[in-house]
């Protein structure tokens, strides 16, 4: 052991110290004595990088909230906070005033519009015998388009209602009067959150119950500037332990405070085992044909907050910075500028690294 330590003291004395020259000279009686042993280094296949940590969320795209279209009393609500609904099944039924004096509007503009329709049809009929000037008919059809447009915004504030086709028309003619509303869901989901109970008094446009599709769900992933900057949109990524699985859609393009970058991915969600808010640990395969290397944990050293190993070359070691994109006891995936097979030193790592540094290494 004396005799290794005073091999080093005189191998790190003797180097050259020689500008941008990184080679550590290490002959073979050297090697012996400091027990250096090397690996080839192996081409690595799976993820990128493991145990990314990651909050599970919902698209935008995939979120509804239903609101009151009318001012008026909540007189049932059908579902509660984490019951999964089908489009169109009945949420919550407010009766209202409002929705009276509509339904007294809309019957006064289908009996106007009904009236210009046919005034415009007699004096066009005037007109084309010559007993009118065309300034009446022009004015009678005018008329008429306006009756329509009214007629036709009445129809439309009572299919944001929820009426159907057959009640709007039943209330035109004067058949049937409503003075309740009851809303649907307007997707098939799971109801987030309920924000009204029966009884209350709601104004128009206050929301009532919050609604989202729960598969696919988001990934949002925190991941270290060096790993993102390996991540491409369309990569595979899964959440470990369950079968939830999908794929990057957007790498964010800023660093936070704590020098992570937003990865965003959309992924199944089989048998609903991933739950809105939930925190996970995401998993981010390589692309196919990517060129990640596998080193033994112990061939990396650090320096000067750099990852390096030591490539063996002809007359010694060179350190190599690489980058860690994954990490376990035993071993690690980093990525370097490597063409494969170059056989790295697994042995006597911590030797090389004094060496290095008694020649002024980085």
Known sequence: ????????????????????????????????????AT?????????ISVGLPATVTVSPGQERVVAA???????GVRV??????????????????????????????????????????????????????????????AAREQARAALAERRAWFRLMGLSQADIQAVE?????????????????????RMVMTGARVEAAAPLLRLAQLDPLWLEIQAPAEVAALVRKGQAISVPGTQASGKVVAVGGSVSAAQTVAIRASIANPGGLLRLNQNVEARIEALSGARHW????RAIVRMQGQNYVFVERPGGFEPEPVKVL??????????????GGEAIAVEGVAALKAAWQGMGGE
């Open 294 to 297: 596998r080193v033994p944990a």
């Open 173 to 193: 003619r004067g058949e049937r009067l409503v003075d309740s509303v009851t809303l649907g869901a307007p997707i098939a989901g799971e109801v987030l959150e």
């Open 326 to 339: 994954s990490q376990s006891a035993q071993s690690a995936a980093v990525d370097g500028p490597f063409v």
């Open 1 to 36: 052991m004396l005799r290794a330590f005073a091999l080093l003291i005189g191998l790190s004395l003797a180097l050259p110290v020689g500008a941008g020259d990184k080679l550590i000279p290490i002959g073979p009686a050297q090697r012996t004595a400091l027990r250096i």
């Open 80 to 141: 509660a906070a984490g019951a999964s609904v089908r489009a169109g099944q009945a949420l919550v039924t407010i009766r209202s005033e409002q929705l009276m004096a509509g339904q007294r509007d809309l019957t006064l503009a289908a009996v106007q519009a009904r009236l210009a329709e046919e005034a415009a049809k007699r004096d066009e009929g005037l007109f084309q015998e010559g007993i009118i000037p065309e300034a009446r008919w022009q004015a009678a059809r």
């Open 69 to 75: 279209p009318v001012a008026g009393l909540v007189t």
């Open 39 to 47: 690996a080839p280094l192996t081409a690595h296949a799976g993820a």
